[in-house]
C-alpha cells in the first residue's frame, strides 16, 4: 500500500497514471465544469473517509449522503460524463410502491426526486382511482435531462469530489479480533487510495454478460442510442453517436474491472448468484404510426417528486410535457416468439460461472421477458407502452417487449404489433445475466457482515429497478460516512425498511422488486407522507440539510393547522344527513375530520356544507378554500390522514396480534390451492411447506397479507381441532 498522502498528493498521483495520460479529459474531474470542492471536508489522516464505487442511482445517493454527514467522499466512476445519472433501461422515474421510494430518498435529502422534477416530460399518479396508500407517482424522464441535473446535483455537494477511474479491487487490514477490516482501494490504474469505508454499487457489471440473441459480449449494459442516422439529422445523430460510444468506452473499463471485484468477493467467501434482466428494442419514432395506437396523456394537474416542490398549489414541470402511447401485442406475435424459442434461436444464459453458489440465471417476476410472459401466460395479448426517450429524441422506448432473439427475429416480431409493423429497429432488444451477493450476507446498515467497513447497495445485492437501487445507496452512503450512529429504517417507517428487512432477513432469489403487498403497514406508508415519516430522523442524524429543515418545520405546521381546522369544524350528525351524508340520528356532532373517514366523501364536499350550514368555524375553510389550499398538498396529506386514522387502529391490532401468534403450527396437509393466496404466495408456499408461521414468513417473496391469511386458517383449524377434541371426550 502507497504511504499516506494528503489530498494535493493524491491528486498529482491520480494525475500521473497511465489511465488517465490515455483519456482527452481531466483525470480528476469535477462534475458540471466545476472546480473540485474542499469546503466542509473534514480534516482527515486518510486520503478520504469513504469511497463510492459506480456513478449509477444507488452510488449517486450513496456519495450524496455521505458527503451530506461530512464525511470526505469519492466517487470513482469510468468517464464521469457518460456514466453518471445513466438511465440503463426505461426512462422513466417512479411507478407503484417505486414512487413511495423516490418521495423517501426525497425526504432524506436525497437527489432522484429532485432530478425527476426538472427532467420530467410526463406526470402521472398510478392507481389514482384507489386508496392513497397504493397510488403511485410516476414520471417519464429525458434521458439526456435527467443524466444533465443529476450529474449538477451531485457537482453542488459539498465534500464530495469525483475521479474518472475504476476500482478493481479493495484493501483490507486487520483489527484487533483479527476481522478483516477496509483499509482502502485499487484502481485499474493500480493507483491506492486509503480510506475507512468503502460502497460497492456495481449494478449489472459484476461479472455481467450481455446478450442480443447468440451475440454475447462482457458488459452490464449497452450504451443507450439516440442516434436515427437519417441524412436529415446528420449533426444530431453524429453528436449521439459520439456520446454513445463515450458511454460504451466508459462501460467496457466499468465491466473489466467488475469482474476483478466479482472475483475479490467470491475469494473473500461472499455466497454469490446469478440474475437476469432485459430491455426492448429502441424504435425509430417517425416510423411508427401512431394512428393505431391508444394515447395516453400525462396528468393535467401533475405533483412532482420533492417536497421542496409542495410549498403550494399549482407546480408545473419545468420542461415541456409530451403524451406516451399504448398497443398491445397479438396472436401472431405470440406464435412467433413461440417459433423461435422452439427452434433453439436467441440467447443461452450460463449458470455454471466460477464461484456462483446460488441458483441459476432468474429474470425479474414482475418485469419478464416476451418469451416468458408467453410461456406463463399463453393465449393472451400484452401492453406495450411507447415511451419517448427525450424532447429531441427520435427514440421510443417500448415497454413490454423486452427479450433476447436473435435481431432478426426481432425484427418479424415487430409486424405483428399494430402501429409497429413498419417501424425501424435503432438498437435490439438484450438481456443482461451478472453476478449478485447474498444480501443476507448483510447487516441493516448494508454493511457486510464478512468485512468491517465495506457496503453493498443496488442490484449487487440482488434488487431490480432505479428507485431501489437509489434507496439502497442512500442508507449505504449515510451509514459509511458515520457508522458510529446508523440509520436504521423500520419496516413500519417506511418502503426502504421494508426493502431491506425482506433482502438482509429472506435474502432473494430472483430479483427484487418493491411492491406495496410487501408493506403489512402500507396504510401509513403513503407516497404524500414520506417527508413526515423520515425527514425528522435525518435531521437528528445531520442527514438533512437546512434549506431541506426549514421547508419540512414549515409543511408539518401546515398539516397540523389544516387538521385542527378539519377536527374543529362539526355539525350535528342529523345535518350531515339532511345533505345525503351518512351520520347518527342522535343529535351528536361530527367534524370534518370524522365525515372524512366516510366512503365516498369529499374535502369540497364537506367544506360546503359546513360553510353554506354556518358550522363555528367554517370562516378557517372559506379562507382555505380562497387561498386554493384545498388543492395543496398538505391539505391532501391532512385529508389522507384523517381517512385512514379508524384503519390504522386495526391494523396495529392485527400486527401486535400477529407477532403474538407467529410460532404456530400450519398443518400439514394444508392445499394451499384452497386458500385465496396470489399466484407468486401459492407458488412459494407450496414448494416450501413452511413448518410453523415463522418459518411461512422467512420464505423470500411471501407476503405479509398471505402470512395474516395463514394465521387465521390455522386459527380456524385449531379451533376446529378443540371443537372435535371436545365432543370426543363427551362421547366416551
Known amino acids: 500500500m502507497l504511504p499516506v498522502c494528503g489530498r494535493a498528493s493524491l491528486r498529482s498521483r491520480l494525475c500521473s497514471s497511465e489511465l488517465f495520460r490515455t483519456t482527452s479529459m481531466s483525470p480528476y474531474t469535477p462534475l458540471g465544469g466545476l472546480r473540485p470542492i474542499h469546503n466542509g471536508v473534514k480534516a482527515s489522516s486518510k486520503d478520504v473517509d469513504v469511497v463510492i464505487v459506480g456513478g449509477g442511482h444507488a452510488g449517486c445517493e450513496a456519495a450524496a449522503a455521505s458527503a451530506r454527514r461530512g464525511a470526505s467522499t469519492l466517487l470513482v466512476t469510468p468517464r464521469p460524463e457518460a456514466s453518471i445519472g445513466e438511465m440503463s433501461c426505461n426512462p422513466s422515474i417512479g411507478g407503484l410502491a417505486k414512487g413511495t421510494l423516490v418521495r423517501e430518498v426525497d425526504a432524506l435529502d436525497g437527489l432522484m426526486g429532485k432530478a425527476a422534477d426538472a427532467a420530467g416530460i410526463q406526470f402521472r399518479m398510478l392507481n389514482a382511482s384507489k386508496g392513497p396508500a397504493v397510488r403511485g407517482p410516476r414520471a417519464q424522464m429525458d434521458r439526456k435531462l435527467y443524466k444533465q441535473h443529476m450529474q449538477q446535483l451531485l457537482a453542488a455537494v459539498p465534500g464530495l469530489e469525483v475521479v474518472d477511474g475504476a476500482v478493481t479491487n479493495v484493501l483490507l487490514k486487520a483489527n484487533a479480533t483479527t476481522s478483516k477490516v477496509i483499509a482502502g482501494v485499487m484502481l485499474a490504474s493500480g493507483e ?116 421542496m416542490h409542495m410549498g403550494g398549489p399549482g407546480w408545473r414541470p419545468e420542461s415541456r410535457q409530451v403524451s406516451c402511447f399504448g398497443t398491445r401485442t397479438t396472436a401472431a406475435t405470440e406464435t412467433w416468439v413461440n417459433v423461435c424459442v422452439a427452434s433453439g434461436r436467441g440467447a443461452k444464459f450460463g449458470i455454471d460461472m466460477l464461484g456462483v453458489t446460488q441458483g441459476g440465471c432468474i429474470e425479474p417476476r414482475y418485469c419478464p421477458s ?257 387561498d386554493g389550499a384545498l388543492q395543496h398538498p398538505s391539505t391532501a396529506t391532512a385529508v389522507y390522514n384523517c381517512f385512514y386514522q379508524p384503519y390504522l387502529a386495526r391494523q396495529q391490532q392485527e400486527v401486535a396480534q400477529l407477532k403474538r401468534d407467529e410460532a404456530l403450527v400450519v398443518p400439514s396437509n394444508l392445499d394451499y390451492s384452497t386458500l385465496q393466496l396470489s399466484g407468486e404466495d401459492r407458488e412459494k408456499l407450496s414448494a416450501a411447506r413452511p413448518r410453523t408461521l415463522a418459518q411461512a414468513q422467512r420464505i423470500p417473496g411471501v407476503t405479509p397479507q398471505a402470512v395474516v391469511l395463514l394465521l387465521q386458517m390455522i386459527k380456524r383449524h385449531h379451533l376446529v381441532q378443540t371443537v372435535q377434541q371436545r365432543q370426543q371426550l363427551q362421547v366416551q
Open 370 to 626: 416476451l418469451e416468458t410472459k408467453f410461456r406463463r401466460f399463453p393465449n393472451r395479448t400484452h401492453h406495450v407502452w411507447l415511451e419517448p426517450e427525450g424532447l429531441d429524441s427520435n427514440v421510443i422506448y417500448p415497454n413490454g417487449i423486452s427479450n433476447s432473439m436473435e435481431e432478426e427475429d426481432q425484427m418479424q416480431m415487430l409486424k405483428t404489433i399494430p402501429g409497429l409493423q413498419e417501424s425501424v429497429m435503432l438498437v435490439p432488444a438484450y438481456a443482461v445475466e451478472y453476478d449478485y451477493v447474498d444480501p443476507r450476507e448483510l447487516q441493516a446498515t448494508l454493511e457486510t457482515k464478512r468485512i468491517q467497513g465495506l457496503y453493498l447497495a443496488g442490484q449487487i445485492n440482488g434488487t431490480t429497478g432505479y428507485e431501489e437501487a437509489a434507496a439502497q445507496g442512500l442508507v449505504a452512503g449515510a451509514n459509511a460516512a458515520v457508522p458510529e450512529e446508523p440509520l436504521i429504517i423500520s419496516r413500519s417507517e417506511g418502503y426502504t425498511g421494508v426493502l431491506l428487512d425482506d433482502l438482509i432477513n429472506r435474502g432473494t432469489a430472483e430479483p427484487y422488486r418493491m411492491l406495496s403487498a410487501r408493506a403489512e403497514f402500507r396504510l401509513s406508508l403513503r407516497p404524500d407522507n414520506a417527508d413526515c415519516r423520515l425527514t425528522p430522523l435525518g435531521i437528528q442524524l445531520g442527514l438533512v440539510q437546512p434549506q431541506r429543515a426549514a421547508t419540512f418545520t414549515a409543511r408539518s405546521t401546515e398539516i397540523a393547522h389544516i387538521h385542527q381546522t378539519l377536527q374543529q369544524v362539526a355539525l350535528p350528525t342529523h345535518t350531515w344527513r339532511r345533505h345525503g351524508l351518512p351520520g347518527r340520528s342522535d343529535g351528536s356532532k361530527a367534524s370534518l375530520a370524522d365525515m372524512l373517514h366516510k366512503p365516498d366523501t369529499t374535502l369540497e364536499q364537506v367544506s360546503a356544507i359546513a360553510i353554506q350550514e354556518k358550522a363555528g368555524g367554517c370562516d378557517q375553510v372559506a379562507c382555505m378554500i380562497a
Open 192 to 307: 491506492h487510495i486509503t480510506c475507512k469505508s468503502v460502497v460497492i454499487t456495481t449494478g449489472t457489471f459484476l461479472r455481467g454478460v450481455v446478450h442480443v440473441g447468440s451475440k454475447t459480449k462482457a458488459a452490464g449494459r449497452m450504451p443507450s442510442s439516440d442516434s436515427e442516422n437519417r441524412s436529415d439529422r446528420t449533426a444530431e445523430a453524429s453528436t449521439s453517436s459520439s456520446a454513445a460510444r463515450l458511454t460504451d468506452k466508459a462501460d467496457a473499463v466499468a465491466a473489466a474491472a467488475a469482474g476483478t471485484l466479482a472475483q475479490t468477493l467470491s475469494d473473500a467467501g461472499f455466497s454469490l448468484g446469478r440474475l437476469k434482466t432485459g430491455t426492448p428494442p429502441r424504435l425509430a419514432a417517425d416510423t411508427i404510426d401512431f394512428s393505431q395506437l391508444e394515447h395516453q396523456p400525462g396528468d393535467r394537474n401533475p405533483l412532482p417528486f420533492s417536497f
